[in-house]
């Protein structure tokens, strides 16, 4: 079972406090403030006398998986702001641990952005979230800022939330350590005194060693159009190919690319670059389906290695447009039809399928791809889609393009219009 982890650095601060930090796997980092200041009296004991005395119970309290360490400042001279060392090595007992923090003797300053600094040090390589509670009852005494080394931590990639909790502290100082918390996306305590440093810290307590929240979902990928053509001008130019090329049953119209139906296929119209990573491709073509006529939204590779989607002239045993996702590998045609139920159903969205049509149609013809999957849509309005069904296809050569069959004898019109591929970024 996955453990947690806590990182706890405590200073606490008469201008100088116990800063602990709380992260995710079974480790607690305290950091104590030995300065000068921690020698003020507080209900007739020393700050540190208290300090010892909630640390004491802070860490019994912890679970036993987790290990601790102590770092201390302020305990060797007095005017000295390097004065911080690692007093206590990860994963040192108990005993230990409170054996150190008893014998700190205090005498120096309060280098809160030092301390603050050394705990983030601990932290750069863990890769678990860790919450850093600073215990304070004054604010920094060596001219830094603890509100920019929290702030500098986390832009260069510290996972942590910083807490603060305020220990008799005034209006001014106690500005500074909410300062602290806002920089850190924590909270700030307040504690007048003994008993409410002690609920102040149960409070800690329960936020650092609260499980995590769960990540938030992932930001919707941004789509935009990676092509688009309305076919509005003369010649297709030089963003297409054309696999068997026949001029005479190929033109650009009045907005529309126009291609006439013929079988073998002529004029499989392709652009000329691969769409890139996953895509959407969609659409409008409009034309009379009958016996065996396919107009298609194609996925091309070659002759015999495409994808196509379509409505398709079905003739037996009852004639109707069938909406149609045809794989073809090395020559050999897997094919999808859509899921109307039995031939007596008529309807495909708004559209009565039965039969042949009697008069031009127009179809919208959709291609998604997602990795290796392909996923083919049909729709008779661009608004409500259908799936028609999915395919594998490992090859990510192909291109989008268009083309027209007939099958019989009949070589009806295909009008292609509104083309566009939407990718995402």
Request: aromatic fraction near 8%; proline fraction near 5%; glycine fraction near 8%.
């Amino acid at each position: 079972m996955k453990k947690r982890e806590f990182f706890l650095v405590c200073a606490l601060l008469v201008l100088g406090s116990p800063l602990f930090v709380l992260a995710d796997e079974a480790n607690a980092l305290f950091v104590l403030d030995g300065s000068g200041s921690m020698q003020a009296k507080m209900g007739g004991r020393t700050k540190m006398e208290v300090a010892r005395a909630v640390m004491n119970t802070l860490v019994q309290s912890l679970p036993a998986e987790v290990r601790i360490g102590l770092v201390t400042y302020g305990r060797n001279r007095k005017d000295d702001c390097k004065d911080i060392e690692m007093l206590v090595s990860m994963g040192s007992d108990r005993a230990a641990f409170m054996k150190a923090v008893n014998n700190i003797d205090p005498k120096g300053k309060t280098p809160l952005t030092g301390a603050i600094q050394l705990a983030t040090a601990q932290l750069r390589e863990v890769e678990s979230k860790t919450s850093v509670v600073v215990v304070s009852d004054g604010k920094e005494t060596c001219e830094g800022d603890p509100c920019v080394a929290v702030r500098e931590a986390i832009t260069q990639g510290v996972k942590m939330q910083v807490h603060v909790v305020g220990f008799d502290v005034t209006a001014e100082e106690a500005e500074q350590l909410k300062c602290v918390a806002k920089a850190g996306n924590g909270k700030y305590f307040a504690a007048g005194n003994a008993e409410e440093l002690g609920k102040a810290l149960a409070q800690v307590k329960e936020e650092v060693t609260a499980a995590p929240p769960p990540p938030p979902p992932p930001a919707p990928k941004t789509k935009k159009v990676l092509f688009q053509d309305q076919f509005e001008r003369a010649e297709l130019g030089q963003d297409y190919e054309i696999f068997a090329s026949d001029p005479d049953r190929l033109t650009l119209n009045e907005g529309k690319l126009l291609i006439v139906a013929t079988n073998p296929s002529k004029n499989v119209v392709y652009t000329s670059k691969t769409p890139p990573g996953d895509f959407v491709a969609t659409v409008a073509v409009t034309m009379q389906v009958t016996y065996k006529n396919q107009p298609g939204l194609y996925y091309w590779v070659d002759e015999n290695n495409y994808l196509v989607i379509a409505p398709f002239g079905q003739c037996c045993p009852t004639a109707r447009r069938e909406p149609r996702f045809t794989k073809m590998v090395n020559g050999q045609e897997n094919t999808i039809a859509a899921d109307t139920g039995s031939l007596t159903v008529k309807n495909f969205g708004t559209r009565d399928i039965s039969g042949y049509a009697t008069q031009p149609e127009t179809w919208y013809l959709q291609l998604e791809r997602t990795g290796v999957k392909y996923t083919g849509r049909m729709s008779v309005d661009g608004k409500q889609w259908i799936d028609i069904g999915v395919h594998t296809v490992l090859p990510k050569s192909g291109k989008l393009g268009f083309s027209a069959l007939s099958g019989g004898e009949i070589e009806n019109a295909a009008e292609f219009d509104n083309f566009e591929v939407q990718g995402t970024e």
